[in-house]
Structure formats: structure tokens, C-alpha cells
């Protein structure tokens, strides 16, 4: 395979020659390429990361959401649907797999589910906005964060 221009790609290159089976060599390549805007080389080289990555990896790397940024790029909305899907099911936690597929779904056409989407992704931050806000005060005022009451603070 050959080096890009800017050199980018080869320490990636020359690990997965060494260790072709490193989920990490194919994500970090695949990152990379995302970067230089080749999003089905990206796309290829997370799917490589998903095939020999063990699902910890997959869970604590994001490998779905990044694919399904690079499926939505190149328009295949579907295919990103099911990648965001996927990060939500592995990390419910990580909130913006779920922005990331409203967008695929209004890329789809599919107006209802982007809705839905977007109107958890803004119930979900403004809850964790919420909960640091109520620790915040909450330490200022020596109190538990669940006794502060945010109609007061607004």
C-alpha cells in the first residue's frame, strides 16, 4: 500500500503489516483517513478494527459511531443507522451516537425518528447539564446534589 502525501497513515501501515490482527492499527489508520476526507478507506479500516477488535474494544472506542460518521458522509444513511444504533447499544451513555443518528434518519428521509432522536439526545444532555449544575451548587453550599431544587437556580 502507498504512504499519502503527508505521511499520515505510515506508522498504521507499517503496524498492521507487523500485526495485521491489532483492532488499534486498523481504528488509528481509520481515524486518520477520516481526517484526510478518504471515508470508505476509513470505513474499511474500522470495519477491520470491528472484525479484530473484542466487543470491550469496540464498546470503549466508539469503532460503531466512527464508522457511522464516515457511512454518513458518504450518504449511506442506512448502513450509518445501524452503526449509530449499534454505539447506542454498546455505550447508551455516550449521548451523541444518538444526535449522530437523528442525523442519519433525516439523511434517510425519515422524519419522525430524527425527531425522536434529537428530542432524547436534548432530554439526556439536559439532564447530565442538570446533574452537574445541581453538583456544583451542591458543593458550594455543603448540601447533597439530589436537595437542590434547579427552579430555584434558573
Not at 449521548?95 to 442525523?103: E, V
Request: charged share 40%; glycine share 8%.
Amino acid at each position: 500500500m502507498e504512504e499519502d502525501k503527508c505521511g499520515l497513515d505510515a506508522v498504521p501501515i507499517k503496524a498492521i503489516r507487523i500485526q495485521p490482527s491489532q483492532a488499534i492499527c486498523y481504528f488509528n489508520r481509520g481515524i486518520t483517513y477520516s481526517k484526510m476526507g478518504k471515508h470508505k478507506k476509513a470505513i474499511d479500516d474500522f470495519s477491520g478494527a470491528i472484525h479484530y477488535g473484542s466487543d470491550e474494544f469496540k464498546k470503549e472506542m466508539l469503532v460503531f459511531h466512527f464508522r457511522g460518521q464516515e457511512y454518513t458522509k458518504i450518504g449511506d444513511y442506512e448502513k450509518a443507522i445501524d452503526d449509530f444504533s449499534e454505539s447506542i447499544r454498546l455505550r447508551p451513555d455516550y449521548i451523541k451516537s444518538l444526535l449522530m443518528r437523528g442525523n442519519a434518519f433525516f439523511g434517510a428521509g425519515d422524519k419522525d425518528k430524527t425527531k425522536a432522536d434529537f428530542d432524547e439526545y436534548l432530554r439526556r444532555k439536559r439532564k447530565d447539564t442538570d446533574t452537574a449544575r445541581r453538583k456544583e451548587i451542591s458543593e458550594l453550599f455543603g448540601t447533597k446534589p439530589e436537595d437542590i431544587s434547579l427552579e430555584i437556580i434558573k
